[in-house]
């Protein structure tokens, strides 16, 4: 006997409320990485910094990450239908994945520009670069850590794996911005080789940040299983009803952002298929309850064997 529910009745109101606060995210910081692009191209200009210049190219393409997040998170938040019955929530890891790889190129190229002013001779061809661009780093920390944290509140709250990418992507930003600040101090104090090393630094950042968010996407893709913690609170949420004498099977899989669960109970041999169908309803609702995540559940019912 099983009993199986796909929530697909709640699931149009919760994609709206998913797609409505990521394209509210994805907004703000589109117009805020404009305003950092321009504002970092025209200090690194008239102030004669290529740290700067670079760090305008690296908000430049945050905006292009952001425009991908949000086509990502749009196909993703589509209804199932007959030729995807269990949804579309994967597209939303390919997102995320085309984010991990635009991070590691962006990082790529401040990582080979660095290496090559590291050199030895190459510094003394830098400019001394002026004020304004100091200036603009520090409006660039600022602004990026707060895109930052905006970004990663909201995609914690509706558990986007691409909009947390994104975050991380501004994180990699501010941490391009802290090297382009140091670079620029040092230039300005005689030593403008430390712009160099301190972008070397934030390579390794941003090279640590593409691939946790590249692990994450491919392990989502994949069918990868809960955590042990989870799948520990589903059986224990499953072992409070009484009438279970025991788990003969529990398997959990990630379908994007959700949680498919195939479970096997143990109960009296003795009860009447109503009786078993009951309870199966009973443990796949209480799961159900306590874990939102959860989008399929599968409860198959066997009969108590070894089961104290």
Request: with cysteine.
């Amino acid at each position: 006997m099983e009993k199986s529910k796909h929530t697909a009745g709640t699931e149009p109101v919760l994609n709206a409320d998913f797609q409505k606060t990521a394209n509210r995210v994805s907004i703000v910081t589109i117009i805020g990485n404009l305003f950092l692009s321009v504002l970092k191209l025209l200090a690194g200009i008239l102030s004669h910094s290529s740290a700067m210049i670079s760090d305008a190219v690296h908000s430049a393409s945050d905006v292009f990450s952001t425009i991908v997040v949000m086509i990502g998170i749009r196909l993703a938040s589509k209804e199932s239908d007959k030729e995807h019955p269990y949804g579309h929530e994967r597209l939303e890891c390919v997102a995320a994945l085309i984010l991990a790889m635009v991070l590691f190129l962006t990082g790529l190229g401040i990582g080979i520009e660095a290496l090559k002013n590291v050199l030895p001779g190459a510094h003394r061809t830098l400019q001394i670069p002026g004020r304004f661009a100091l200036a603009a780093a520090i409006v660039s920390i600022i602004s990026k850590e707060a895109m930052y944290w905006y970004t990663v509140i909201h995609a914690r709250k509706i558990d986007s794996g691409a909009l947390m990418a994104d975050a991380w992507h501004h994180r990699s930003d501010a941490f391009s911005s802290v090297g382009a600040l140091i670079g620029i101090a040092g230039a300005r104090l005689g030593f403008p080789v430390m712009d160099s090393i301190a972008s070397l630094v934030i390579f390794g950042f941003i090279l640590k940040a593409s691939y946790d968010i590249f692990k994450d996407a491919v392990d989502k893709m994949v069918d990868h299983s809960c955590d042990e913690e989870t799948e520990s609170q589903i059986s224990a949420c499953t072992m409070k009803n009484p009438q279970v004498k025991g788990i003969d099977l529990l398997q959990t899989r990630i379908f994007g952002n959700k949680i498919y669960v195939d479970l096997e109970i143990a109960v009296d041999g003795s009860y009447t298929l109503q009786k078993a169908h009951e309870i199966a309803e009973k443990v796949h609702d209480d799961i159900e309850q306590d874990f939102p995540k959860i989008k399929h559940i599968m409860v198959h019912v066997n009969p108590a064997k070894n089961h104290s």
